[in-house]
């Protein structure tokens, strides 16, 4: 990761800077990083797609470390959503995660949100929370066809 992101979560700088060194770091798979991003606090918590609610940062962590035993994450993130206010940001994230298949490489979409609270430490993840996957980008409601209310 670059130092001046991980500098930049590490100091507080600002969510979107956090949630930056959080995908930075699972392309790297880069565990001591993505922990700086999150909050110090017991009820953080974390739901991978199709898996169970991971409460605390050494859940949290241990659940990270066992997926960067397959190696790092490929996750980008495509569109965010935002939702901001003095101590608090959500971040509605569209994912898009590299996955190798015996045909090759191939891209799937995920449905993320990331919220972060101002600490003491400055900005932190609170919590992240991943929908199941799919193979086609979601269109999202208002990039639909516009509706007529009667």
Same mark, same amino acid.
């Given at each position: 990761?670059?130092?001046?992101?991980?500098?930049a979560a590490a100091a507080g700088g600002t969510a979107d800077d956090v949630e930056a060194?959080?995908?930075?770091?699972?392309?790297?798979?880069?565990?001591?990083?993505?922990? #700086?991003?999150?909050?110090?606090?017991?009820?953080?918590?974390?739901? !991978?797609?199709?898996?169970?609610?991971?409460?605390?940062t050494e859940a949290i962590r241990a659940a990270f470390e066992h997926m960067f035993a397959?190696?790092?994450?490929?996750?980008?993130?495509?569109? #965010?959503?935002?939702?901001?206010?003095?101590?608090?940001?959500? !971040?509605?994230?569209?994912?898009?995660?590299? #996955?190798?298949?015996?045909?090759? /490489?191939? !891209?799937?979409?995920?449905?993320?949100?990331? #919220?972060?609270?101002?600490?003491?430490?400055?900005?932190?993840?609170?919590?992240?929370?991943?929908?199941?996957?799919?193979?086609?980008? /979601?269109?999202?409601?208002?990039?639909?066809? /516009?509706?007529?209310? !009667?």
């Amino acid at each position: 990761m670059p130092k001046t992101k991980l500098r930049a979560a590490a100091a507080g700088g600002t969510a979107d800077d956090v949630e930056a060194a959080f995908y930075e770091a699972l392309q790297r798979g880069d565990i001591d990083a993505l922990m #700086v991003c999150w909050a110090d606090e017991d009820e953080v918590f974390c739901v !991978h797609p199709g898996g169970p609610r991971l409460v605390g940062t050494e859940a949290i962590r241990a659940a990270f470390e066992h997926m960067f035993a397959n190696g790092a994450i490929h996750a980008t993130p495509a569109r #965010v959503r935002r939702v901001e206010s003095l101590a608090s940001a959500v !971040h509605n994230v569209l994912e898009r995660i590299e #996955v190798l298949t015996a045909e090759g /490489p191939r !891209h799937a979409f995920v449905l993320a949100t990331n #919220v972060y609270h101002k600490t003491a430490q400055g900005w932190r993840m609170v919590a992240h929370h991943a929908s199941p996957g799919s193979v086609h980008a /979601p269109e999202d409601e208002d990039d639909a066809a /516009p509706q007529t209310l !009667h």
